[in-house]
T-cell receptor
Framework: DGGITQSPKYLFRKEGQNVTLSCEQNLNHDAMYWYRQDPGQGLRLIYY???????QKGDIAEGYSVSREKKESFPLTVTSAQKNPTAFYLC?????????????FGSGTRLTVV | DQQVKQNSPSLSVQEGRISILNCDYTNSMFDYFLWYKKYPAEGPTFLISISSIKDKNEDGRFTVFLNKSAKHLSLHIVPSQPGDSAVYFCAASAFGNTPLVFGKGTRLSVIA
């Protein structure tokens, strides 16, 4: 069955540490996205990639980095420069055909800074 | 600047009645609008969408209405069921597969 897998589901990080959130899809989708959800803030775009080896900053990219070395994978690194990293992180993908129905989300990773 | 606004953080409706969730947008370039449903600790799932060339789209109990002149859309759920209790996000996209812009969500509670 095709879908998006995010891991881990829960992640705890000490202040000053970098952590990497995994996102893998087997839907053969070209585009992948990272969103962040905070209470009362909705979903805000961090980074997105429409093709391998290329990615663009979203609205809140500061303190985050990504890579897109493979079509299936779009890992997100939360660096120590991110001032408020505690949040629920969602990865999504869709085909690059303007197919708005194709936005598929993973089940999310909850990151907590301790 | 918020381009997609859901001004009601929460809504409570009795089972069997109609639920109406509202969404306003400011960007005139948006040409496609979607509603997503989200349960706690899960990713959003697609519910229904509408293109800017239409003013209504219906799918079972769910209907989305678009008023382009007012830059307003609404989601109607009839009849509401307890399983509809979730957070509903309005999202919009401009032509060319630009990333979806989401509103802050409305938490719907359907009371039995």
């Amino acid at each position: 069955d095709g879908g998006i897998t995010q891991s881990p589901k829960y992640l705890f990080r000490k202040e000053g540490q970098n952590v990497t959130l995994s996102c893998e899809q087997n839907l053969n989708h070209d585009a992948m996205y990272w969103y962040r959800q905070d209470p009362g803030q909705g979903l805000r775009l961090i980074y997105y990639s429409q093709i391998v080896n290329d990615f663009q900053k979203g609205d809140i990219a500061e303190g985050y980095s990504v890579s897109r070395e493979k079509k299936e994978s779009f890992p997100l690194t939360v660096t120590s420069a991110q001032k408020n990293p505690t949040a629920f992180y969602l990865c999504a993908s869709n085909s690059d055909r303007g197919d708005h129905y194709g936005y598929t989300f993973g089940s999310g990773t909850r990151l907590t800074v301790v | 600047d918020q381009q997609v606004k859901q001004n009601s953080p929460s809504l409570s409706v009795q089972e069997g009645r109609i639920s109406i969730l509202n969404c306003d947008y400011t960007n005139s370039m948006f040409d496609y609008f979607l509603w997503y449903k989200k349960y706690p600790a899960e990713g959003p799932t697609f519910l229904i969408s509408i293109s800017s060339i239409k003013d209504k789209n219906e799918d079972g109990r769910f209907t989305v209405f678009l008023n382009k002149s007012a830059k307003h859309l609404s989601l109607h759920i009839v009849p509401s069921q307890p399983g509809d209790s979730a957070v509903y996000f309005c999202a919009a996209s401009a032509f060319g597969n630009t990333p979806l812009v989401f509103g802050k969500g409305t938490r719907l509670s359907v009371i039995a």
